[in-house]
């Protein structure tokens, strides 16, 4: 065996001598073949002449038929042919590859598949003498790259394809809609009332859940189309051979009637729902990106269309969406910029005619929009937080206002439910208190009902460290949640007012006198002041006079003013 063969077997060839080595004859061919036989690897040496010198047991296992019968192996043509079968490539290609190695002095592989077994063949070129090849099973290798490339592409928890597999049939959809004009659907899935599961019941109970979820959704599609998960509580649908949107209808119908069906999850019966975004190809987009933007842009809008429901995409639904995300990019601009005003609108006591305090109200005056209404970017600053930066601002800016007032005038500052999620409210208000020197006493915090609803012990006990500190508190827009009279019992208010509703009410129907007759003796009854909001009639005042009411506030008293105008009006006359 010519004494190059060494390098070209390269490891196999070292790890066999090296064992060779302890045999007392020292290193022979014999021996080496004899020692290569024992190696995982399998071996060929094809001379310079095209015949086969070495063929270790091992190649002749790996080789099948064609390395039986001798122990030589296959010759070389029949290993060129063996390998242009199995390696899927014509011999040409295979006679190619190895010129460009010997020219090249490098190495040149690929696989072979012979019945269930992959094979890697690699051919080194040994100089000036022939070459050195050498066979590995890589059967259980490639199977195990195959079961995570698989794994890969499944959501773990339910068994669904995840977000790569699903961008995959997505592609591949759109493809056959280009070639065949076969229409497909998006369908965006998003669970109503899943994150009060996980908070109460507990990760394992909604991780269950979200198992179930899966397998209703797996009920309602063909065996053709798609069900993926691609978040926590998202799943996707993609509907193939869409024919006519009334097909999409009804699935999107199915789906949100079966997810809103009650579950038994490990003996705890859960109730949840499902909103839904649609997006049609070609008609909403022939590409991935787009198709799955514009159905998240229907589950947006079925969101706030009261959730449990469906909507197609409508190519308005992007011009709001743009308008909107416009406006967040502005608002936080603004508070930098310095866009934003506060206005004051004054109360006044009943009995004794005169101004007890103000209400702060916010205003953004934009560059380009000019005045944007609080009911255009209030709701979007608390879905996205910006609400909390802004309330502090807030409560910073109307303490130092009100310190410029003749005492004892109080401020009420509104608080927004995502303001008491943060656990820098108080700290906030005491730092503002302490900048501006106003008596805690003169400031009043105003909260809904929505602020209440939401983790009730821990609201309760931020409710009491501001009475602690002497701040007071009053519910506002009273009457018209379904539990006021609960929360009442539940923390002693200094204020109820009552919502504008009623009192526009009182000229048209008969219920609405008798409403703040009752709400103004109970606030009587507990000791706690009770507002009016929205008098702008002597005939109002004087009925909600009569009801017992102890405090007003409206255009009839005067409209919200900017801080300088409010000084004008507050100053003696």
């Known amino acids: 065996m010519p004494a190059s063969l060494h390098l070209a077997a390269r490891n196999l060839l070292g790890q066999a001598a090296s064992r060779a080595a302890a045999e007392p004859d020292g290193l022979t061919p014999a021996t080496l073949v004899r020692y290569l036989d024992t190696m995982r690897h399998g071996f060929l040496f094809v001379n310079g002449g095209g015949h086969v010198e070495v063929c270790t047991a091992p190649a002749r296992q790996l080789l099948g038929d064609a390395g039986a019968g001798t122990e030589r192996g296959p010759s070389v043509r029949q290993l060129l042919r063996l390998l242009g079968e199995h390696a899927h490539m014509p011999r040409a290609e295979i006679v190619r590859r190895l010129r460009v190695a010997r020219d090249q002095a490098g190495t040149t592989s690929f696989e072979l ?36 490339a698989e794994m890969a592409r499944l959501d773990p928890l339910t068994g669904l394809p995840n977000r790569l597999q699903l961008r995959e049939r997505l592609d591949a959809a759109l493809a056959r809609l280009q070639r065949t004009g076969e229409g497909c659907a998006l369908l965006l899935v998003d669970l109503d009332r899943f994150k009060p599961v996980n908070d109460t019941l507990g990760h394992p109970i909604g991780d269950a859940l979200l198992q179930k979820v899966a397998d209703r959704l797996r009920s ?66 022939s590409e991935a990106d787009r198709l799955l933007k514009n159905a998240d842009l229907a589950l947006y809008r079925s969101k706030l269309d009261g959730r449990g ?69 209030i709701p979007l600053a608390e879905e996205i937080g910006l609400i909390v930066p802004i309330g502090e601002w807030v409560i910073r800016q109307t303490c130092r206002d009100a310190m410029r007032w003749p005492q004892p005038l109080s401020v009420a500052v509104n608080v927004s439910p995502a303001q008491f999620k943060s656990d820098r409210l108080v700290e906030t208000i005491v730092s503002a208190l302490s900048n501006s020197g106003l008596p805690a006493g003169r400031l009043e915090v105003e909260i809904t009902e929505g ?24 519910m506002d827009d009273f009457g018209t949640g ?19 509703s009623f009192v526009q009410d009182m000229s048209h129907k008969p219920d609405g006198e008798a409403i703040i007759r009752a709400i103004a003796g109970l606030g009587k009854s507990l000791g706690m002041t009770t507002v009016a909001e929205g008098v702008e009639t002597p005939d109002q005042i004087e009925r909600i006079r009569a009801e017992g009411c102890t405090d007003v506030q409206g255009y009839l008293i005067s409209k919200p003013l900017p801080a300088d105008e409010l000084m004008t009006l507050l100053a003696p006359r």
């Open 113 to 148: 598949t012979r019945q269930d077994l992959t094979i890697q063949v690699e051919l080194y070129p040994v100089a000036g003498q022939g070459w050195a090849i050498t066979l590995e099973d890589v059967s259980a290798r490639r199977a195990a790259e195959v079961s995570a």
């Open 220 to 285: 309602t599609v063909r065996a053709t189309d798609t069900v993926a998960r691609i978040g926590g509580d998202e799943f996707v649908i993609l509907q193939t051979a869409v024919r006519d949107p009334g097909d999409t209808q009804g699935l999107a119908r199915r789906i949100v009637d079966l997810i809103g069906r009650a579950y038994m999850v490990e003996g705890n019966l859960v109730t949840i729902g499902a909103s839904v975004g649609v997006a049609l190809a070609p008609a909403d987009g």
């Open 309 to 377: 429901t469906f909507r197609f995409f409508e190519p308005a639904m992007d011009a709001r969406m743009q308008a909107r995300r416009q406006l967040e990019l502005d608002m936080r601009h603004a508070l930098a910029r310095r866009e934003f005003q506060l206005h004051y609108q004054p109360q006044m006591s009943l009995a004794s005619n005169r101004l007890v305090g103000c209400e702060a109200l916010i205003r953004w005056r934009h560059p380009e929009r000019g005045t944007v209404s609080p009911l255009d970017f």
């Open 451 to 474: 602020v209440l609803l939401q983790e009730n012990d821990r609201t309760l006990q931020t409710l009491h460290r501001l009475r602690e500190l002497g701040v007071r508190v009053s």
């Open 482 to 500: 379904y539990s006021s009279l609960s929360y009442l019992r539940s923390f002693p208010f200094d204020k109820i007012k009552i919502d504008r």
